[in-house]
């Protein structure tokens, strides 16, 4: 059995050198063998900006604004193999399928504040041929799945429905909810209204997650949000 453990994070930036140069640290201390960032704000000129001794297989997707961006990162010592790789041109989302032993896909995907849960919905809609039993998404969705997912208790939108319906249609579901029922952390504070909420997830098909074990949700200098550590078993 292979234990991958993953890791996310949405990093609010990495044009700054000496930022770059503390997420290389932290990625080492935490051990993951694939790493997910939301807003590295690297635009197309900048993709060789993102370098990490031990990290050559970087699959990012760049717009020409500093606005989004994402990447996955895959450990060099690990035995991938990829098989396909599918980018956003504006730098939302990318995918890349390929081989740990087993088969994979990961999708790592930023959704703006506004109407995040229409973006995820198109997503899931023009990448649902690649979305297999054997895919798992990362992502910053900028929205609570649950009312669990909020201090305030707050009832979840029509919008936010519609996007989990989206996610059920292809047997996607909330890995980390599901695994903790009713367990409250958060993964944001936001200041002006004084309230917390976990707007980063990761998502699973339902055949992985007799195989997934969420490993914590865990506070870093590098960013406002908090990381979530998922170890896979296949």
Not at 14 to 20: E, F, Y
Not at 42 to 63: F, P
Request: net charge positive.
């Amino acid at each position: 059995t292979l234990h991958i453990t993953m890791l996310t994070l949405n990093v609010n930036g990495l044009n700054a050198p000496i930022k770059r140069h503390r997420m290389a640290s932290w990625i080492k201390s935490q051990d993951p063998l694939v790493c997910c960032l939301q807003e590295t704000h690297l635009t197309c000129k900048d993709t060789c900006r993102l370098k990490i001794k031990g990290w050559i297989k970087i699959y990012q997707a760049n717009g020409k604004q500093k606005k989004t961006e994402v990447a996955v990162l895959v450990f060099d010592k690990t035995d991938f193999k990829p098989t396909k790789s599918k980018k956003d041109k504006e730098g939302h989302y990318t995918m890349v399928k390929g081989s740990f032993q087993q088969e994979l896909t990961i999708l790592n995907i930023y959704a703006s504040n506004t109407g995040a849960p229409r973006f995820i919905k198109e997503v899931l809609r023009d990448l649902q041929r690649a979305l297999d039993s054997h895919t798992i998404i990362v992502e910053d969705f900028n929205t609570p799945l649950t009312i669990l997912d909020r201090s305030l208790r707050q009832k979840i939108n029509k919008d936010i429905q519609d996007q989990n319906s989206a996610l059920n249609q292809v047997d996607l579901i909330d890995i980390y909810r599901t695994l903790y029922l009713k367990t409250t952390e958060y993964t944001f504070f936001l200041l002006p209204h004084d309230t917390y909420s976990k707007i980063d997830h990761i998502i699973g098909s339902k055949t992985l997650l007799c195989k997934c074990k969420i490993t914590g949700i865990t506070t870093n200098c590098l960013s406002d949000h908090s990381a979530i550590k998922l170890e896979l078993r296949i």
